[in-house]
């Protein structure tokens, strides 16, 4: 018998079963890779598809994959897909290989059109093969809960069997670990389904994930004496705790009354005094409030972070493949570097391949460029005040500029684009006048002055750095924005002019198209352009060989901020921290490794 | 008998306000979307984390269910519709909300994950921040009627509704109460795009169902006690008395649900410090205000 859906749920398909088949077919809900964010730019909107955006795996039946993954996402992506409760599906659009996950059930091209066909045919099968008798399993290496014997008081002392530590002769306790860090596992209640192992805040899985929430080790923070066992509610056991070593809070075991002090006992001191559980919990690469992709781990402290772990280049994404290409192709291929800007990378590297041939485009060409570019900083921008929005519970911000957005983005030339100036304007005055909106966000995110930053983070601070100041933006009468803060108040204020501006760019450039390149032979073995991107701005130098790109070195913006993620949310409490990583809008895809 | 039609009203209701809910959410109003979205979580399944307390994970729905449903018994729906017309009424709305917080908690601790037991711990605090504000304005609303009977608070408004007579204390009540059912902006303890849902994170399948009719079925009461208590009950012209509690309770029920959209989340310390530094004085000043007015009419 064939299974018509990749994740149906073992169960007969009596006839109540198929009404509430029936049921789940008509309320689709998704969990998006790598975000909504990537979807948008893209062009898919889910919403007017039919489909509601979930923002937890645990309450999404379909798995949507936008676009082509990176190495790092495709796991993140298994562990979500692993935590979503069947029946459950998979749609990929426009995605590549998708391994490890299952085959997606559906498969369509980044288009509306397609993606509106493609949920009918979704709804079809969930339809009728919600439940099967046969429900095909899906256990990867990355999910796979695994025990491992530590030493309490030596952690490089690891075994896989039970015993005792050579070094003190302690008994090795157990400990879990999946996919050679660990996840929060789970039983499914009564299914018999053998997959639903990762779990928990997981969701938002770095695949390193999420054990985090178990596996904290403070000796890795230098904290001494809290031992492994800090976990709060277990110290009066120490030394015989069964499975219990971990730092999940509180493991829920009996225990005898314990007074405050003695469970504080040798935990980490915060900044305040006050001694609280320590609990590490992913924040990404998939979290609803983040860039989709990127990756934070917060140390939480009570509901302050303490400490963030922010790794670089956790995408797998790099810019090896790219370093012999053809100069033909290059530019394309720097496009596809980031899907949330495209067309200012793909400038950036015609300006630089037009450099190493020594010559400059026409005016008519540069008009042209600037509407593009100016166009995709507009639509960047509004689809930071979706994202921002989400993560401020202001719904309406959200839904309305994605909506924008993705008019912007579709529009087929520049009186289209201009015809988004009015609803551009009635946004921004609406934000201007939200009450709270600026308490909310006043001296979040703020940075130290000597902060080497760029782009609107930049001119938040009050500082007029702007790659757009000469050449053709001179006779379009260009002025950067410059706004005094250098918060995420200041930020947001920022981009909201400079939408506007860059609408009224476009208008004056009169395209929006991106013209092809015409490139001709390089006279020159390197050449070098800057571009500001929605998020900043970018440096690209490449080497040439004959006709082929043989070296490359690019600077980006969120590069250059990510390192400051640490200076925003550290002693924060979790939203301040979240609206602090997210006023720098970072874009994962350009975080370099 | 009057058991049997107000469960069946307060069905009725929460499934009108569960289509509020969608409408204020998506802005699409869509009649039968409750039905199936209860339907599709019949059929998925309702996993459970992997080292939860399964005491405190498996108690959280059906008490949040229980602690909405509880105040419903001393709200009367028009006169003689009501389960009980216990004589400390107004007092039994104000405890029988507190269950909610205990609810949340237990959602919060139970899986076992960092962003519930966040959620959890955000809407004790929030408790901290609203409670007072649910209890003072009750009283001032007690002392116009003189009496803790819903009923008699509802026909004290005969020549003036409460939300015009104290329009302080409904407007903290309001508040409170969009805070007892964490609605936006206070919805701390789900916060979708901080927490990923908070509380709800770990629920699937029937019991986030549960969880999900409870809410609703919270709103509901709760906008049901603001009627009672601030806009006179079942008194109205022409329509039948239960008619203008649905409506009344209704339009209170589809205010709670909108107004969160157009402002961003409030922070924790705000929700606190606001509460305690200008909810509480505006309260007792509230208390004052109707006891001069009290003494002067007499």
Same mark, same amino acid.
């Given at each position: 018998m064939?299974?018509?859906?990749?994740?149906?749920? +073992?169960a007969?398909?009596?006839?109540?079963?198929?009404?509430?088949a029936?049921?789940?077919?008509?309320?689709?809900?998704?969990?998006?890779v790598p975000?909504?964010?990537v979807?948008?730019?893209?062009?898919?909107?889910?919403?007017?598809?039919? *489909?509601? *955006?979930?923002?937890?795996?645990?309450?999404?039946?379909?798995?949507v994959?936008?676009?082509?993954?990176?190495?790092?996402?495709?796991?993140?992506?298994?562990?979500?897909?692993?935590?979503?409760p069947?029946?459950?599906?998979? /749609?990929?659009?426009g995605?590549?290989?998708?391994? =490890? /996950?299952?085959?997606?059930?559906?498969?369509?091209t980044?288009?509306?059109?397609?993606?509106?066909?493609?949920?009918?045919?979704?709804?079809?099968?969930?339809?009728?093969?919600?439940?099967?008798?046969?429900?095909?399993?899906?256990d990867? +290496?990355?999910?796979?809960?695994?025990?491992?014997?530590v030493?309490? @008081?030596?952690?490089?002392v690891?075994?896989?069997?039970?015993?005792?530590?050579?070094?003190?002769? @302690?008994?090795?306790i157990?400990?879990?670990?999946?996919?050679?860090?660990?996840?929060?596992g789970?039983?499914d209640?009564g299914?018999?389904?053998?997959?639903?192992?990762?779990?928990?805040?997981?969701?938002?899985?770095?695949?390193?994930g999420?054990?985090?929430n178990?596996? @904290?080790?403070?000796?890795?923070? #230098?904290?001494?004496?809290? #031992?492994?066992?800090?976990?709060?509610?277990?110290?009066?056991e120490? #030394?015989?705790?069964?499975?219990?070593?971990?730092?999940?809070?509180?493991?829920?075991?009996d225990?005898?009354?314990?007074?405050? *002090?003695?469970?504080?006992?040798?935990?980490?001191?915060?900044?305040?005094?006050?001694? @609280?559980?320590?609990?590490g919990?992913?924040?990404g690469?998939?979290?609803? #409030?983040?860039?989709?992709?990127?990756?934070?781990?917060?140390?939480?402290d009570g509901?302050?972070?303490?400490?963030?772990?922010?790794?670089?280049?956790?995408?797998?994404?790099? /810019?090896?493949?790219?370093?012999?290409?053809?100069?033909?192709?290059?530019?394309?291929?720097?496009?596809?570097l980031?899907?949330?800007?495209?067309t200012?990378y793909?400038?950036?590297?015609?300006?630089a391949? +037009?450099?190493?041939?020594?010559?400059?485009?026409?005016?008519?060409?540069?008009?042209?460029?600037?509407?593009a570019?100016?166009?995709?900083?507009?639509?960047?921008?509004?689809?930071?005040?979706?994202?921002?929005?989400?993560l401020?519970?202001?719904?309406?911000?959200?839904?309305?500029?994605?909506?924008?957005?993705?008019?912007?983005?579709?529009?087929?030339?520049?009186?289209?684009?201009?015809?988004?100036?009015?609803?551009?304007?009635?946004?921004v005055r609406?934000?201007?006048?939200?009450?709270?909106?600026?308490r909310?966000?006043?001296?979040l995110?703020?940075?130290?002055d000597?902060?080497?930053?760029?782009?609107?983070v930049a001119?938040a601070?009050g /500082?007029?750095? !702007?790659?757009?100041?000469?050449?053709?933006?001179?006779?379009? !009468?260009?002025?950067?924005?410059?706004?005094?803060?250098?918060?995420?108040?200041?930020?947001?204020?920022?981009?909201l002019?400079?939408?506007?501006?860059?609408?009224?760019?476009?208008?004056?450039a009169?395209?929006?198209?991106?013209?092809q390149?015409?490139?001709?032979?390089?006279?020159?073995?390197?050449?070098?352009?800057?571009?500001?991107? =929605?998020?900043?701005?970018?440096?690209?130098?490449?080497?040439?060989?004959?006709?082929? *790109?043989?070296?490359?070195?690019?600077?980006?913006?969120?590069?250059l901020?990510?390192?400051?993620?640490?200076?925003?949310?550290?002693?924060?409490?979790?939203? !301040?921290?979240?609206?602090g990583?997210?006023?720098?809008?970072?874009?994962?895809?350009?975080?370099?490794? | 008998?009057?058991?049997?039609?107000?469960?069946?009203?307060?069905?009725?209701?929460?499934?009108? &306000?569960?289509?509020?809910?969608?409408?204020?959410?998506?802005?699409?109003?869509?009649?039968?979307?409750?039905?199936?979205?209860?339907l599709?979580?019949?059929?998925?399944?309702?996993?459970?984390?992997?080292k939860?307390?399964?005491?405190?994970?498996?108690v959280?729905?059906?008490?949040?269910?229980v602690?909405?449903?509880?105040?419903?018994? &001393?709200?009367?729906?028009?006169?003689?519709l009501?389960?009980?017309?216990l004589?400390?009424?107004?007092?039994?709305?104000?405890?029988s909300?507190?269950y909610?917080?205990?609810?949340?908690?237990?959602?919060?601790?139970?899986?076992?994950?960092?962003?519930?037991?966040?959620?959890?711990?955000?809407?004790?605090?929030?408790?901290?921040?609203?409670?007072?504000?649910?209890?003072?304005?009750?009283?001032?609303?007690?002392?116009?009627?003189?009496s803790?009977?819903?009923t008699? &608070?509802?026909?004290?408004q005969?020549?003036?509704?409460?939300?015009?007579?104290?329009?302080?204390?409904?407007?903290?009540?309001?508040?409170?109460?969009?805070?007892?059912?964490?609605?936006?902006?206070?919805?701390?303890p789900?916060?979708?795009?901080?927490l990923?849902?908070?509380?709800?994170?770990e629920?699937?399948?029937?019991?986030?169902?549960?969880?999900?009719?409870?809410?609703?079925?919270?709103?509901?009461?709760?906008?049901?006690?603001?009627?009672?208590?601030?806009?006179?009950?079942?008194?109205?012209?022409v329509?039948?008395?239960?008619?203008?509690?649905a409506?009344?309770?209704?339009? &209170?029920?589809?205010?709670?649900?909108?107004v969160?959209?157009?402002?961003?989340?409030?922070r924790?310390?705000?929700?606190?410090?606001?509460?305690?530094?200008?909810?509480?004085?505006?309260?007792?000043?509230?208390?004052?205000?109707?006891?001069?007015?009290?003494?002067?009419?007499?």
């Amino acid at each position: 018998m064939t299974i018509p859906l990749s994740g149906s749920r +073992e169960a007969r398909p009596f006839p109540l079963r198929r009404l509430a088949a029936w049921a789940a077919a008509r309320d689709l809900a998704a969990f998006i890779v790598p975000g909504p964010d990537v979807a948008r730019t893209c062009g898919i909107d889910l919403d007017a598809a039919g *489909v509601r *955006v979930a923002q937890t795996p645990r309450h999404a039946g379909v798995l949507v994959l936008v676009g082509e993954l990176p190495r790092g996402l495709k796991k993140a992506a298994a562990v979500a897909y692993a935590q979503m409760p069947r029946p459950r599906a998979i /749609l990929a659009v426009g995605a590549g290989d998708v391994s =490890p /996950l299952p085959e997606p059930d559906v498969w369509v091209t980044a288009s509306q059109r397609e993606l509106a066909a493609g949920v009918e045919e979704l709804r079809r099968l969930f339809a009728e093969g919600a439940f099967a008798t046969e429900a095909a399993g899906f256990d990867i +290496e990355e999910i796979r809960m695994e025990t491992e014997y530590v030493c309490p @008081m030596h952690p490089e002392v690891t075994s896989d069997e039970p015993g005792s530590c050579p070094k003190c002769g @302690m008994d090795l306790i157990p400990r879990e670990s999946a996919g050679g860090a660990g996840h929060e596992g789970h039983d499914d209640a009564g299914h018999g389904d053998t997959d639903h192992d990762a779990s928990d805040p997981g969701v938002l899985v770095s695949h390193e994930g999420h054990g985090s929430n178990d596996e @904290m080790d403070y000796q890795d923070m #230098g904290h001494e004496g809290g #031992g492994e066992d800090s976990g709060g509610h277990e110290h009066a056991e120490r #030394g015989e705790h069964e499975g219990h070593d971990e730092m999940d809070h509180g493991g829920h075991e009996d225990m005898g009354f314990m007074s405050m *002090v003695e469970m504080t006992q040798g935990t980490p001191r915060s900044s305040d005094g006050l001694q @609280m559980e320590w609990t590490g919990a992913p924040f990404g690469p998939l979290f609803p #409030g983040l860039p989709g992709g990127l990756s934070l781990t917060f140390t939480l402290d009570g509901d302050t972070v303490a400490n963030v772990t922010a790794p670089r280049g956790a995408l797998g994404w790099d /810019l090896d493949g790219l370093e012999t290409a053809p100069a033909r192709d290059f530019p394309d291929l720097l496009a596809l570097l980031d899907p949330l800007s495209p067309t200012a990378y793909r400038l950036l590297a015609l300006q630089a391949l +037009e450099d190493a041939a020594n010559t400059v485009a026409d005016e008519r060409t540069t008009l042209e460029r600037v509407g593009a570019l100016e166009r995709e900083r507009a639509a960047s921008h509004l689809g930071w005040f979706s994202g921002f929005g989400r993560l401020l519970g202001y719904s309406w911000l959200e839904a309305r500029a994605g909506q924008i957005q993705l008019a912007l983005l579709r529009a087929a030339d520049a009186e289209e684009v201009a015809r988004q100036e009015t609803e551009v304007g009635k946004l921004v005055r609406r934000v201007y006048r939200t009450p709270m909106l600026a308490r909310r966000l006043k001296g979040l995110g703020t940075l130290p002055d000597t902060a080497e930053t760029s782009g609107p983070v930049a001119r938040a601070a009050g /500082l007029a750095k !702007d790659a757009r100041s000469g050449g053709i933006y001179r006779t379009l !009468d260009f002025e950067p924005v410059v706004r005094e803060g250098n918060d995420a108040v200041a930020r947001l204020w920022t981009r909201l002019a400079e939408v506007e501006q860059s609408l009224k760019l476009v208008r004056k450039a009169g395209a929006v198209c991106f013209p092809q390149g015409m490139l001709t032979s390089p006279l020159r073995s390197t050449g070098s352009a800057t571009v500001e991107t =929605p998020r900043g701005a970018a440096t690209l130098r490449v080497k040439l060989q004959g006709d082929v *790109v043989s070296a490359t070195e690019l600077t980006t913006p969120s590069s250059l901020h990510h390192q400051f993620i640490g200076a925003v949310a550290e002693e924060r409490e979790v939203a !301040d921290a979240l609206l602090g990583v997210a006023s720098l809008d970072l874009s994962p895809w350009g975080v370099a490794r | 008998m009057s058991v049997v039609l107000v469960l069946a009203a307060l069905l009725a209701g929460t499934y009108v &306000v569960a289509v509020l809910e969608g409408w204020a959410s998506t802005g699409r109003l869509r009649p039968a979307g409750p039905l199936v979205s209860g339907l599709a979580l019949l059929g998925r399944e309702s996993l459970v984390p992997r080292k939860p307390d399964r005491i405190f994970f498996e108690v959280a729905p059906p008490l949040l269910l229980v602690a909405a449903v509880l105040a419903a018994a &001393v709200l009367p729906l028009a006169p003689g519709l009501i389960v009980t017309d216990l004589a400390t009424g107004a007092l039994f709305v104000n405890a029988s909300f507190a269950y909610v917080m205990v609810a949340v908690l237990m959602a919060g601790w139970g899986p076992d994950g960092a962003y519930a037991m966040v959620g959890g711990f955000r809407f004790l605090g929030q408790l901290v921040a609203y409670s007072m504000l649910v209890v003072m304005p009750i009283t001032a609303v007690a002392m116009r009627a003189e009496s803790l009977l819903t009923t008699e &608070v509802v026909t004290s408004q005969v020549s003036l509704w409460n939300a015009l007579y104290q329009p302080l204390g409904f407007a903290l009540f309001f508040l409170a109460a969009m805070a007892i059912a964490f609605l936006p902006p206070f919805d701390l303890p789900i916060a979708p795009g901080e927490l990923a849902e908070g509380v709800l994170a770990e629920y699937t399948g029937w019991r986030l169902g549960v969880m999900r009719f409870g809410r609703a079925l919270l709103v509901l009461t709760l906008a049901l006690a603001v009627t009672v208590f601030y806009l006179g009950g079942w008194f109205g012209p022409v329509l039948p008395p239960w008619a203008w509690t649905a409506l009344k309770t209704l339009a &209170v029920a589809a205010v709670m649900l909108s107004v969160g959209r157009y402002v961003p989340r409030l922070r924790e310390a705000d929700v606190l410090a606001w509460g305690w530094k200008y909810g509480i004085p505006l309260a007792l000043v509230n208390i004052f205000y109707v006891g001069v007015v009290l003494l002067v009419a007499m």
